[in-house]
């Protein structure tokens, strides 16, 4: 493999024979689909897909026939598994072009070609439920048994030159034929069809605008054409870069690390709340040297208002970026966000104007006018999307597009898409349709939640809970290693999602840990700020972290006792919230937090004066901060009693003394969970439901308070105790 490998310079041969010859011909289409999908320079995420034609049994025959299994409708080929493949009968889908020339209205963009995707249902191929992609014909027209349809970046580079169709023939030495731009469906398949019949001895197509498509008669060889193809391609871009002067040369100079993460810091949550004037976003941002290059030159101004070439890019990034014209050397932080300000503005004209110009009867409702793309000279990408994943992804296909363009520039000259062409993609009625059948958004997917205090007990079940329901979840806590196993075992349930872009803390997905020590402002401001980094801005805060402190229990004088007790269920309390609150007015995105207090807050008694007290205070500070924050967070308190289960609050030897104060029978030899589920259980006959109050109960309250459900409600506390009527409100 190293020795192949030593031909490619420009993308990574990784075909190993030793994994691919066990290896079934359907399962070697998913290997080379996935290691093909692995190499960003080969394709983009979620774009091309690949295929083979295999002989099967028929079900209901048991004749043999012969199948295609393509890659299926919203697949990714770096993670697709068998499942995500689509099966048709091919003989079948031949007979599709009879009943396509018999419509009426046929033709390129006719109502009888997008009629023809319906069709592909008639053709499955043993009940497979995976849809097929818009890609299918091309892959059943073209007559070679192995199919790759690729976006590499390097290939798109010569599909978006000026002078493509002539440097097609330059380039690859009549290997592949030229077809100009097409929009993807049953037309482009025959005209690909046809280029094949005229030149049976192509190895593929160079689709203008585009991709490429090629072929061959096994898994392996087909492989490594698409990666001669690109690397072709690549190594004919590398011989006329432009060096220094690649897009024009540098007009500014990026700004230092620690001068763009303070600005970026600040300038995140103003731009999330700028752009989130319908729905809200989430925040990626590159600013690796490759980015940098780009916005700092002197024609990206130009470059950017020439908009995305590639369809599969501008669905996400739309047919243009906002450029934002800030000098990182001159203008200061409250100049780019009066540029940020006019230049969104401006945008969501010209984009009414674009939808309005290119609309057509039966188009679409226009959708959110706001940029998805924001460059900024000396500072980078910042890419938004409707999560995590998301946003990741519209990065990372402008990262493609900036590699387009310096290809495109070096050979020849980048042209766009014409922009009817372009609307015709974004506001595609088949695209729209796809969009109406995504799942609903969960309740939480357009949100960051910080939970404090999340590396065991309420805290970490909290964050469990808010995970559950879409949210992007902040896993902070004083032991980074208890916050980062939380975030670990979200990421393990949920996914790191798709997109393989993001800076720094920025490449995350859609948990991150963090480590925190509320009683230090620096601390808190540091948590926040990378944050912020990472998605670009805050929408809920849930405070779980506390202390409880009985008098010889740590060593610890009554005054030291009070000290540390105030200073972390109270101040700490405070700390966060004034630290959030600054991203909260910057963003002017309504938000909530919750502050977790206690029933001891409500109820005297001896034993544990510094905890009451401090808790007391707590339900103050409340409504203190809910005065303070209104109205644009809602503050409320989780005031939870004798949650045992799973809670640093109670290590063996307190649980131990609980017990013998209370005459609870055990034995010494029990383990921890056993004492702790005694001492629950005489907790629970003390109440009015004589029931163990858990975790879980508490996460359920402290979900319900940042859900929406309660919008109305702020300066509550409210008490998750079993029914404790020592504290009930009086």
């Keep these: 493999m190293s020795g192949m490998n030593d031909k490619f310079k420009h993308i990574t041969y990784a075909w190993d024979d030793e994994v ?7 399962e070697s289409l998913v290997y080379r689909s996935n ?5 960003q320079r080969i394709t983009n995420t979620g774009g091309g897909n690949t295929s083979v034609k295999l002989i099967e049994k028929d079900p209901l025959t048991g004749k043999e026939v012969e199948v295609l299994w393509v890659k299926g409708s919203g697949g990714d080929l770096r993670t697709a598994k068998i499942e995500n493949f689509s099966s048709l009968y091919q003989d079948k889908l031949t007979a599709l072009d009879e009943t396509y020339q018999n419509f009426e209205d046929k033709g390129y963009k006719s109502a009888g070609e997008d009629a023809m995707v319906g069709m592909f249902k008639h053709c499955v191929f043993c009940l497979n439920p995976r849809a097929s992609s818009i890609d299918t014909p091309l892959h059943s027209m073209i007559s070679e048994k192995h199919v790759d349809h690729l976006h590499p970046n390097a290939v798109i580079a010569v599909a978006s030159c000026k002078d493509q169709k002539e440097l097609t023939e330059v380039i690859w030495g009549g290997q592949l034929a030229y077809v100009p731009w097409m929009r993807p469906g049953w037309e482009a ?16 197509i160079l689709l203008g605008q585009h991709g490429h498509t090629n072929w061959n008669s096994e898994s392996k060889s087909c492989y490594e054409t698409s990666l001669w193809v690109i690397e072709t391609a690549a190594e004919y871009i590398e011989q006329h870069d432009k060096g220094e002067m690649t897009f024009g040369g540098a007009k500014y100079q990026s700004l230092t690390e620690e001068a763009r993460t303070k600005l970026l810091a600040k ?10 004037n319908k729905v809200k976003f989430i925040g990626t941002v590159q600013s690796d040297e490759t980015a940098l290059r780009f916005v700092n030159s002197v024609d990206a101004p130009r470059l950017a208002k020439l908009g995305t070439s590639c369809p599969d890019h501008f669905l996400r990034t739309k047919i243009q970026p906002l450029y934002v014209d800030f000098n990182p050397q001159q203008d200061d932080f409250d ?4 540029k940020l300000n006019a230049g969104i503005e401006q945008y969501r004209l010209d984009y009414i104007e674009y939808y309005n110009n290119c609309k057509r009867d039966d188009s679409p409702a ?32 402008y990262n493609c597009a900036i590699e387009v363009m310096r290809g495109a520039e070096a050979i020849s000259e980048y042209t766009a898409l014409p922009q ?3 609307f015709d993609i974004e506001y595609w009625a088949l695209e729209e349709a796809k969009l109406q059948r995504m799942p609903k958004e969960a309740p939480l997917a357009r949100d960051v939640v910080v939970v404090v205090g999340a590396g065991d007990g309420i805290g970490k079940e909290t964050a469990f809970r808010v995970a559950k329901e879409g949210a ?17 075992e979200l990421t393990a349930i949920y996914g790191q999602g798709i997109g393989v872009a993001g800076s720094g803390i920025s490449g995350c997905g859609p948990a991150i840990a963090q480590q925190v020590d509320i009683t230090k402002r620096e601390s808190v401001e540091k948590m926040f700020e990378q944050i912020t980094l990472a998605y670009g801005g805050i929408d809920k805060v849930i405070v779980t972290a506390g202390v409880f402190l009985a008098p010889g229990q740590a060593g610890m004088s009554d005054d030291q006792m009070f000290d540390v007790s105030f200073a972390v269920n109270v101040k700490g309390g405070y700390i966060v919230a004034t630290e959030a609150n600054k991203i909260w007015k910057a963003q002017n995105i309504p938000g909530a937090m919750v502050l977790t207090t206690s029933v001891n807050a409500a109820v005297s008694k001896k034993g544990s004066l510094a905890y009451d007290t401090s808790k007391a205070a707590a339900n103050h500070l409340i409504r203190e901060l809910a005065i303070e924050l209104s109205p644009l967070v809602n503050v409320n308190g989780l005031a939870p009693a004798t949650v045992v289960k799973g809670s640093t609050m109670f290590p063996r030897d307190r649980v131990i003394a609980s017990l013998s104060k209370y005459n609870v029978e055990f034995n010494e030899s029990d383990s921890d969970d056993e004492l702790r589920e005694k001492l629950a259980l005489f907790y629970a006959q003390r109440t009015l439901t004589k029931q163990p109050i858990t975790p879980e109960d508490q996460a359920e309250a402290a979900y319900l308070m940042v859900s929406g459900q309660l919008s109305k409600t702020t300066g509550q506390i409210i008490s998750v105790d079993g029914g404790l009527h020592e504290a009930f409100l009086r």
């Design 335 to 338: 100049t780019l966000v009066e």
């Design 420 to 422: 009817q062409e372009a």
């Design 472 to 488: 992007h979840v902040v896993c902070a806590d004083l032991r980074i290693e208890a916050a980062q196993a939380t975030a670990d």
């Design 20 to 26: 691919a010859k066990d290896l079934s011909p359907l």
């Design 35 to 39: 290691i093909l999908g692995s190499d």
């Design 189 to 204: 398949a025959k005209v690909c069809e046809q280029a094949y019949a005229d030149k049976p001895d192509i190895v593929g």
């Design 366 to 397: 226009m959708r959110d006018p706001s940029p998805t793309v924001i460059l900024i000279p000396g500072v980078g990408i910042i890419g938004w999307g409707k999560n995590k994943s998301e946003s990741r992804v519209t990065t990372e296909f």
């Design 267 to 276: 300038f995140l949550p103003v731009a999330r709340g700028i752009l989130s």
